[in-house]
Each structure stands twice: as C-alpha cells, then as structure tokens.
C-alpha cells in the first residue's frame, strides 16, 4: 500500500521530537490537486561562481548598471562577469553583519549594521558625510529618494533627489500608529513599510514638496519585526520574522501567519533571533524565502509557491546553509557564503557545495494503528533511479534507511540500498524484515552527489495486536 511519506518539516504530531523533516529537499506539489505533493526534489548544489581569497563574511551581492559588487569583510569589490577577477572599490569602517544595498541606476548606496552610509556612482566611493544623515537602521529606495529609518527613533527620512549624499534633517517623518522604535523599511508594491518593534504602518509617495511620505489611511498592521534583515519581497508579498518569532506574509495590507506551529516552536528555542536575515529567490517555478539564524546555526526556508517549509544544512555538519546574501545577476542566482568570501552559483544540476557533499534527509510521517504491533515486511521507496554517475563517488548511489520506534528519540542502525547506476532505470529501492512497531518514522539519508527525486512509498505490513 501507498504510505504518507513526503511533506514538509515538522508539520507532525509534535514540535519537539525529530519528526517529520525534510533537509535539502523540498516537494513538489500536483497542481491539479491543489497541495497533494507528488515528488520531493534535491535543493540546489553550490557552484563556485568567484573567490575573492578575502576569506571573510559575504555581507551583500547587488548590481549597478550591469556590473556585479559584493561586500565582502570591510571591503566594496566589482566582480567581473565570469567571476575570475574581484577589484577592491572602497573599505568600510565594519566588517561584519549583513550590509543594506540600494540604488538609483546611478549611485549605489550601502548602509552598514553600525549606521554608517556609503555611496558609489561608479567612480567615487566615499562615506556620507553630510552631518544632517541620521544614525540609521535600515534603507530603501522609492521614486527617487533613499529612505532611511534612525536607529532607537520612529523617525524615518529620505534624501535629496536622485541623490543619496545629500540629506536634509526636515525632511523626515514620524510613524506615529503606535510609540515603538522602528526596525526596517521595505519598498513593496509601490509603498513604503515600516516595521516596528511591535507594529508596522504602510505609507504612500503623496507628492508633498516638504517631505514625499503620507500614511496609506486605515492601515496598521498589529505584527512589528524582531530582525530587521528578515524583511524581504517577493511575488507581491512582503514577509519578516515578527516580535512573536513568527513569520508572517502579507498580501496586499493583510497579514499572515505562514511558519507552522512547529516551526515557530523550533525558532522560540533559539537563545538570539535578532540577529535573523533573509533573502527571496525564484528557480524552476518555486519561490522561496530563506531565513538564516545566525547565532542558532539554522536555516528555514519557505516555499511560497507550495506552502510548505524545509530545511538547508551545509557541510560537515547540519549547521545553517552557507547561503548568506543573493542576487539575479544575468542569467545566474548568485549567493555569498557567510564566512569564506566566495560567491557561488545555485545550480540545480550541482548536486554539491563547493565539491563537498550534501547531505539529504527525509524523515517521514508516523505510521501507527491504533497502538497496535505493526508488523513491517517491505518498504519499497521509488526513487528516479538510475542516476548514478561514470566514475568516483556516486557511481553506485546508495540510500541509507534507518528508522526511529519511540518518536525520534532514538534511531535504529542504518540500512543501505541502492538508488540504480546509471542507466538502471527500473532499478527499485527495497528493504526487507524490517521489524515491528506500534508507531515508527523512517528516515532516509542520501550524501552521494547525485540527482535525487523521490516519488512514493510503498509499505507491505500487517497489523498485530
């Protein structure tokens, strides 16, 4: 018989047990069936795009008139367009943490975690020095104007026209809604948002010659934002990690909770979610939303095409993915990696990071009746198979089966079986004798570099007393 099997993480009975987990892959849903999930992919590998040799943290990857520029450390580079040369621009006075990037076609603007603001046109890189530039927190740009909010303010501002190194200390704006300091700013459809600790207010360009910014009437949002680098867009939707810890979406002025409960039981774990970033991505029709827990050492990601959640590890380890920043540059979806300074290309025909393994894991729904023994003759799980590569590692993939009795407390000895060489197309993936249970989780593991789809399982069990 056909067993639940593929999903989602943590979408189980219980938030604190290692249930229910999907690392490295995600499902695929039937869209004629609304959410049925009918296969789950393998994540994209990382494939060096460029190493700067700076060894230090990727802080943000943009573009300026067709040219790619990573912070990396205290450092601006360009980064020609095959990734082989990266050319020092300017230095900052911070070095690490998530660094805010927008520009104007023109001028490129950065904001670094400290307040500090830069700019580049292309020739000139310098610091704003203009006294009336605010201690700020977080940066955006709309219709012409850098916005910026002020650090442990409500107070946000914009710059002169077109130019984001000059700053006029009246032209600024209160979010009066409610007396919690600001946290980011986002532009999304066309408006600017404001996050606050406790709450978020939305405003419109309404053309005032004194100051651009009016408050969108009747809206006020009751989430604020714990993180300010968790605020991202994304296929019309604006989402962030709340002051609850929650992660919530909104379309359009309407706010939602989209983390599970379980979801946000793992995250209300974490001794520091302040420190949380995000970046959005689109490949192959799913959009995701990748969120980083820096100090936790944990990635989550959120498929906002399908609605479900998995899991990203890097090697060795199931640390957080090494994923920190991401830009569309050309035809390629460039991210920077959090501590070494090369920036890689996610490749879905890669199926490693940077030559080390990937490690896959499912770990899939229990199966119990009633409390009664289940007999467990023969798990069949149907794979694409006959992936396995010419030579070295992965000729011969193999799949390791292990399985947990007691709600992933413990786990059995792994079982290994074979995934197909290449050119095994009907190769089938089967254990035998498998014991008895009256509730179990099997979890698959696959580190071999190689494609991985898994389609269905098949369970031939009987059920005891």
Same mark, same amino acid.
């Given at each position: 018989?056909?067993?639940?099997?593929?999903?989602?993480?943590?979408?189980?009975?219980?938030?604190?047990?290692?249930?229910?987990?999907?690392?490295?892959?995600?499902?695929?849903?039937?869209?004629?069936?609304?959410?049925?999930?009918?296969?789950?992919?393998?994540?994209?590998?990382?494939?060096?795009?460029?190493?700067?040799?700076?060894?230090?943290?990727?802080?943000?990857?943009?573009?300026?008139?067709?040219?790619?520029?990573?912070?990396?450390?205290?450092?601006?580079?360009?980064?020609?367009?095959?990734?082989?040369?990266?050319?020092?621009?300017?230095?900052?006075?911070?070095?690490?943490?998530?660094?805010?990037?927008?520009?104007?076609?023109?001028?490129?603007?950065?904001?670094?975690?400290?307040?500090?603001?830069?700019?580049?046109?292309?020739?000139?890189?310098?610091?704003?020095?203009?006294?009336?530039?605010?201690?700020?927190?977080?940066?955006?740009?709309?219709?012409?104007?850098?916005?910026?909010?002020?650090?442990?303010?409500?107070?946000?501002?914009?710059?002169?026209?077109?130019?984001?190194?000059?700053?006029?200390?009246?032209?600024?704006?209160?979010?009066?809604?409610?007396?919690?300091?600001?946290?980011?700013?986002?532009?999304?459809?066309?408006?600017?948002?404001?996050?606050?600790?406790?709450?978020?207010?939305?405003?419109?360009?309404?053309?005032?010659?004194?100051?651009?910014?009016?408050?969108?009437?009747?809206?006020?949002?009751?989430?604020?934002?714990?993180?300010?680098?968790?605020?991202?867009?994304?296929?019309?939707?604006?989402?962030?990690?709340?002051?609850?810890?929650?992660?919530?979406?909104?379309?359009?002025?309407?706010?939602?909770?989209?983390?599970?409960?379980?979801?946000?039981?793992?995250?209300?774990?974490?001794?520091?979610?302040?420190?949380?970033?995000?970046? /959005? #991505?689109?490949? %192959? =029709?799913?959009?995701?939303?990748?969120?980083?827990?820096?100090?936790? !050492? *944990?990635?989550? &990601?959120? $498929?906002?095409?399908?609605?479900?959640?998995?899991?990203?590890? /890097? #090697?060795?380890? %199931? =640390?957080?993915?090494?994923?920190?920043?991401?830009?569309?540059?050309? !035809? *390629?979806?460039? &991210?920077? $990696?959090?501590?070494?300074?090369?920036?890689?290309?996610?490749?879905?025909?890669?199926?490693?990071?940077?030559?080390?393994?990937?490690?896959?894991?499912?770990?899939?729904?229990?199966?119990?009746?009633?409390?009664?023994?289940?007999?467990?003759?023969?798990?069949?799980?149907?794979?694409?198979?006959?992936?396995?590569?010419?030579?070295?590692?992965?000729?011969?993939?193999?799949?390791?089966?292990?399985?947990?009795?007691?709600?992933?407390?413990?786990?059995?000895?792994?079982?290994?079986?074979?995934?197909?060489?290449?050119?095994?197309?009907?190769?089938?993936?089967?254990?035998?004798?498998?014991?008895?249970?009256?509730?179990?989780?099997?979890?698959?593991?696959?580190?071999?570099?190689?494609?991985?789809?898994?389609?269905?399982?098949?369970?031939?069990?009987?059920?005891?007393?």
């Amino acid at each position: 018989m056909i067993i639940p099997f593929l999903g989602g993480s943590y979408t189980a009975r219980s938030p604190d047990i290692n249930a229910q987990r999907s690392v490295n892959l995600y499902p695929v849903i039937d869209q004629q069936e609304g959410k049925t999930v009918v296969a789950m992919y393998g994540t994209p590998g990382l494939k060096t795009y460029g190493d700067s040799g700076d060894g230090a943290e990727v802080r943000a990857l943009t573009t300026l008139a067709g040219t790619l520029y990573a912070v990396i450390g205290n450092t601006l580079y360009s980064v020609t367009e095959n990734g082989a040369t990266f050319t020092s621009i300017g230095t900052l006075s911070t070095s690490s943490g998530r660094v805010f990037t927008n520009d104007n076609a023109t001028y490129l603007m950065l904001l670094d975690n400290s307040g500090n603001g830069y700019t580049y046109d292309g020739t000139t890189f310098a610091a704003i020095s203009d006294t009336d530039f605010p201690t700020a927190s977080s940066l955006t740009f709309q219709d012409g104007r850098f916005i910026v909010t002020e650090n442990n303010t409500g107070n946000f501002y914009e710059s002169d026209l077109d130019d984001p190194t000059s700053w006029d200390a009246t032209r600024y704006g209160n979010a009066e809604g409610d007396s919690d300091y600001l946290v980011s700013c986002l532009s999304s459809n066309r408006e600017i948002w404001l996050f606050g600790e406790k709450t978020t207010e939305v405003y419109y360009n309404s053309g005032d010659a004194d100051f651009s910014w009016a408050r969108v009437p009747g809206v006020f949002i009751e989430y604020g934002c714990i993180a300010k680098h968790s605020v991202v867009k994304q296929n019309g939707i604006t989402l962030w990690l709340s002051d609850n810890k929650q992660v919530i979406a909104a379309e359009g002025y309407t706010p939602k909770v989209i983390s599970t409960r379980q979801v946000d039981y793992q995250i209300s774990t974490y001794s520091t979610v302040s420190d949380a970033t995000a970046y /959005s #991505y689109t490949q %192959e =029709g799913h959009a995701f939303y990748v969120l980083n827990f820096p100090t936790a !050492d *944990k990635t989550w &990601v959120f $498929d906002i095409s399908t609605g479900y959640w998995h899991e990203r590890t /890097s #090697y060795p380890s %199931e =640390g957080r993915h090494r994923g920190n920043c991401f830009v569309n540059f050309g !035809d *390629k979806k460039l &991210v920077g $990696d959090y501590e070494n300074g090369i920036i890689y290309e996610y490749d879905l025909n890669t199926y490693t990071e940077n030559s080390k393994p990937i490690r896959r894991i499912r770990t899939a729904q229990v199966i119990d009746e009633d409390r009664a023994y289940i007999f467990f003759h023969r798990l069949e799980v149907e794979f694409e198979a006959g992936v396995g590569l010419k030579s070295g590692q992965g000729n011969d993939p193999q799949v390791s089966l292990d399985w947990s009795d007691d709600g992933g407390h413990t786990w059995s000895n792994e079982h290994l079986a074979d995934m197909g060489k290449i050119g095994e197309y009907t190769r089938r993936t089967i254990w035998r004798r498998l014991g008895k249970s009256r509730g179990r989780n099997f979890r698959l593991t696959i580190t071999d570099p190689v494609k991985v789809v898994i389609i269905q399982a098949y369970l031939k069990a009987n059920k005891g007393l």
